[in-house]
């Protein structure tokens, strides 16, 4: 089974920065597209961005995209998020998962999910 940890989240002031990381482990990492979601207290999950297996294409929300970026480090088995110009509205729990497929779109029917990471964001 395929395992994805994530971590890295906490407390930021608006206008900080914060980066996570999502290991992944159980399958060969560069079989899997990966992506990060969030979801506020009250809402709906969300998508946030996705990279390929290779890393060479990535696709980002445009809440996000001036924002945030996703990377992976394929050695590492490891896929960050780093989070610049953070607003109290980014404040949600953190979710990496992956898919075999990818697709150059807000694609959400990931296959692996993994527990999600807390970043809160004061005003």
């Known amino acids: 089974q395929v395992q994805l940890v994530e971590s890295g989240g906490g407390l930021a002031q608006a206008g900080g920065s914060v980066r996570l990381s999502c290991v992944v482990s159980?399958?060969?990492?560069?079989?899997?597209?990966m992506a990060w979601f969030r979801q506020a207290p009250g809402k709906d999950r969300e998508f946030v961005a996705n990279?390929?297996?290779?890393?060479?294409?990535?696709y980002y929300a445009q809440v996000v995209e001036d924002r945030f970026t996703i990377s992976r480090d394929n050695a590492k088995n490891t896929v960050y998020l780093e989070m610049n110009s953070l607003k109290p509205e980014d404040t949600a729990v953190y979710y990496c998962?992956?898919?075999?497929?990818?697709?150059?779109?807000?694609?959400?029917?990931?296959?692996?999910w993994g527990q999600g990471t807390q970043v809160t964001v004061s005003s």
């Open positions: 998962a992956a898919d075999a497929m990818y697709y150059y779109s807000p694609y959400e029917r990931y296959t692996y």
């Open positions: 159980g399958r060969p990492f560069t079989s899997y597209a």
């Open positions: 990279i390929n297996r290779s890393g060479g294409t990535t």
